[in-house]
């Protein structure tokens, strides 16, 4: 009897295939979770120097910003008093902040859909393969990567009274009006000046989206007999529905935290016509030495574009799912 289950304790002993396969899995499962651990280190590694970075550049002003907007803050005396909701309430009735805004938002919305619908037609126009067009793209990029200093400074140049638009339209017997003097055309000019810009990005965002698209959908529209419209209709418009997305939502940020094109090219002016919000936060903060109604209007104006952007960007979506 004892010589019978010997081999049986042994086998046990020595870990037979009954014992072997769970400790070989109990094996792999560690490692797996070793391996695990070691990458989710790594990545935290790695990503920790993006976040400080973010955190001390992005993070940290916008807490200061917000503190600061609830209190009365005097850098020159370096005074600071707790005031609680009293700038935002001033704000409120504040008819020049609110023609700010009105400037800025009339500027976004301008600039959220001329740039799309131009672009668009400029790509569309280019997109053909060739040398000539490939150059053509690229003095249309051009002006995106201009400084907005200089790119207000040059409009500012061009369309003065005597500037070169002025003299042009002079040559062929037409009185050019004040395009800077004039406060409804000042704010066009500079609506203009920044759609110029936006106009390039757009235009580099669509060919690239119209070069991911098939050319065998094309080339089957066009066996079914289908026309340049309908093939732009029922091909091209819905395929490059996430370039739409992306272009309108960096023009609408763009144009809602315009400064250097307004400042360059009016300085605000006529008046105050053409001063956006981020102007209206450069004066107030620096000139006026109220850093506490600065930082209000800091913190409403990324209440706004953060608002405005997640409303464009959900409407969007919905246009991609449904095309």
Avoid: C
Avoid at 14 to 34: I, L
Avoid at 317 to 322: H, K, L, P, Q
Wanted: charged residues 15%; without cysteine; glycine residues 8%.
């Amino acid at each position: 009897m004892r010589a019978a289950g010997l081999p049986d304790r042994i086998g046990l002993r020595r870990g037979g295939p009954s014992a072997a396969a769970p400790a070989a899995e109990g094996r792999k499962r560690r490692r797996w979770r070793a391996g695990l651990r070691s990458r989710r280190s790594g990545v935290l590694i790695m990503g920790l120097p993006a976040t400080a970075l973010f955190a001390a550049l992005v993070v940290v002003p916008i807490g200061i910003t917000a503190f600061y907007s609830f209190n009365d803050v005097n850098f020159l005396r370096d005074e600071i008093s707790w005031v609680g909701l009293s700038n935002y309430t001033r704000l409120w009735g504040n008819d020049d902040f609110r023609h700010s805004v009105w400037i800025t938002a009339a500027i976004a919305a301008a600039a959220a859909v001329v740039p799309n619908g131009l672009g668009l037609m400029f790509a569309v126009l280019l997109d053909a393969k060739s040398r000539l067009n490939t150059a053509l793209r690229v003095a249309l990029f051009a002006p995106f990567v201009l400084s907005p200093v200089v790119v207000g400074l040059t409009f500012g140049s061009i369309l003065t009274d005597s500037g070169l638009v002025n003299a042009t339209l002079s040559s062929i017997g037409i009185d050019g009006p004040s395009w800077i003097g004039d406060p409804n055309l000042a704010v066009v000019s500079v609506a203009a000046t920044l759609i110029w810009q936006l106009v390039a990005f757009a235009t580099v965002i669509y060919v690239a989206a119209l070069r991911a698209i098939p050319t065998d959908l094309y080339e089957a529209a066009a066996i079914d007999g289908a026309s340049e419209g309908l093939r732009f209709r029922l091909i091209t418009w819905p395929l490059v529905a996430p370039a739409v997305t992306i272009t309108t939502l960096v023009s609408l940020i763009s144009a809602l935290k315009l400064y250097d094109h307004a400042v360059a090219l009016t300085g605000g002016g006529p008046g105050r016509a053409t001063e956006t919000v981020g102007l209206a936060i450069i004066r107030t903060g620096f000139s006026q030495n109220r850093a506490g109604i600065a930082s209000a209007m800091a913190v409403l104006l990324l209440v706004l574009t953060a608002a405005a952007t997640a409303v464009s960007l959900s409407l969007l979506r919905r246009r991609e799912v449904a095309l």
